[in-house]
């Protein structure tokens, strides 16, 4: 008898941890409880790793993904998105946190819109498709926001343009958004070395000349990028 309460109380608590809801915002930042929350996720065991699924509040999926570590979110198996709808959106499959093999979206209507191939996260090949199923001109997902000329004549604007307040040496990592207009807004400093050199840096990227904005599967759209500033 003790025996089988024992593994009773077992099941139940595999079964609780389980449906154990995890709350986030918008930009998935956890709160305690669903008040101010967009989505829960919960996790399961299962064997090699563990398996995310992120849910709206009223229930519909939004993404499920596999994990060999979930601490460390080392992604390792199948990925998939759905839409608001309940519509599949995407599917794919990663070994070790990079994308392997073939990376398929859809549009709502369930026809294939875009495949593409990866081999060490790296891609290889694809191919776009219409709602009707007929190819057209591939074209890439992602397409990152760029400073006219490439990322060289970027370092040169700085260069040219930074008063250097004093001798300080390092490396300042900056984030800010690229509008849909170009223009650059939310400048944060993610990495500084000192208060006069970071006031400076965020003047400089203020004063920036238009950015050719980033496009997400061939839109315009606004992004964030991330990158390194180093001060010799």
Do not use: H
Not at 17 to 31: A, I
Not at 89 to 96: F, I, N, V
Not at 100 to 117: D, F, L, M, S
């Amino acid at each position: 008898m003790k025996k089988l309460l024992l593994l009773f109380i077992l099941i139940a608590t595999v079964t609780l941890y389980g449906q154990k809801k995890t709350y986030y915002t918008e930009d998935f930042k956890e709160v305690p409880t669903a008040e101010g929350a967009t989505y829960y996720s919960t996790y399961e065991d299962f064997e090699g790793g563990t398996q995310r699924k992120t849910y709206y509040l009223d229930g519909n999926i939004r993404n499920a993904d596999q994990f060999s570590n979930m601490k460390r979110k080392i992604r390792n198996g199948l990925a998939e998105t759905w839409y608001k709808s309940g519509a599949k959106e995407t599917t794919a499959t990663y070994s070790k946190d990079k994308l392997e093999g073939a990376q398929t979206r859809y549009y709502e209507n369930g026809a294939v819109k875009r495949i593409e191939n990866y081999k060490n996260n790296e891609f290889v090949d694809g191919k776009c498709f219409d709602e009707n199923g007929a190819e057209i001109a591939f074209f890439p997902y992602v397409v990152k926001p760029e400073f006219p000329g490439g990322i060289k004549e970027f370092y040169k604007y700085v260069a040219k343009n930074f008063k250097r307040p004093n001798n300080s040496k390092g490396e300042i990592k900056v984030s800010f958004f690229v509008e849909v207009d170009g223009t650059l807004r939310d400048y944060k400093i993610l990495e500084g070395f000192n208060y006069d050199m970071n006031v400076e840096t965020l003047r400089v990227l203020f004063n920036s000349p238009l950015w050719i904005p980033g496009k997400l599967d061939g839109k315009i759209t606004r992004t964030r990028y991330n990158m390194p500033l180093t001060f010799k």
